[in-house]
């Protein structure tokens, strides 16, 4: 079996170098979580959210998924957003999506996985939801290059996924109690590193205007 060596050496490599900095680091991270953020992400491994806005471990809970989908149905995705919300008491949700992301790419070429192996595929019907999102603005994407439509796309896809963690009953609820917690829609530029408020936000107040 193989044991991946170079990432335990990586690893010691980066425990040492933060303690170096601050030798009450790793002390403090583990008497404490109370992250001011959730993080909903792509799982592109060039898409890291703590590197990407500059913030150390313990300052953003995260959760992941191809093509940052926020579904009703995804109990994993639910369950971190109430754990955000109820316990950690975040006050704000950031969905975060990408330029050049593969899922939103196969469901705009309307790839099925499963014709290439001959197997049922989850990805198939996960892709499904972006399929959702193109019909959806289907005038709009109308007449779009390629690449922008691709574009607009993964735009398009953080503002529905926005609006679905914004209806969430968990959401709903903190907001119904007076949480101080707001949505964003963002997407990350992987050709220059740069992120981009596509000014999609909500909060308690925002939200009882729609």
């Known amino acids: 079996m193989k044991k991946l060596a170079k990432l335990f050496k990586n ?12 030798p ?26 703590n590197q990407i806005v500059n913030l150390a471990p313990g ?32 006050k704000h949700i950031i ?26 595929c989850l990805i ?11 019909r959806f603005h289907k005038q709009e994407l109308k007449g779009l290059s390629k690449k922008q439509h691709h574009k607009r796309l993964c735009e398009l896809n953080v503002i529905e996924q926005v609006k679905n963690v914004c209806n969430t009953s968990v959401v709903n609820k903190a907001w119904n109690e007076g949480a101080d917690l707001t949505i964003h829609g963002w997407i990350y530029d992987i050709n220059n590193g740069i ?16």
Not at 34 to 42: F, T, V
Not at 73 to 86: E, P, R
Not at 124 to 134: C, F, R, S, T
């Open 195 to 210: 992120l981009k408020d596509l000014k999609t936000g909500h909060d308690r107040s925002t939200k009882r205007k729609n």
């Open 59 to 90: 300052e953003v809970f995260v959760h992941r998924n191809i093509a940052n989908v926020v579904v009703h149905t995804d109990l994993n995705c639910l369950s971190v957003i109430q754990f955000a919300v109820d316990i950690l008491k975040v």
């Open 124 to 134: 198939d019907n996960w892709l499904g939801h972006i399929e959702d999102v193109a």
């Open 24 to 49: 009450s680091f790793f002390k403090n991270l583990s008497q404490q979580q109370a992250p001011e953020y959730l993080w909903i992400g792509c799982s592109d491994s060039r898409v890291p959210a």
């Open 95 to 120: 969905v975060c999506g990408h330029y050049g992301c593969g899922g939103i790419h196969a469901a705009m070429e309307k790839t099925k996985y499963g014709h290439k192996t001959k197997k049922v």
């Open 11 to 22: 690893n010691l490599q980066w425990a040492e170098k933060i303690k170096r900095e601050d």
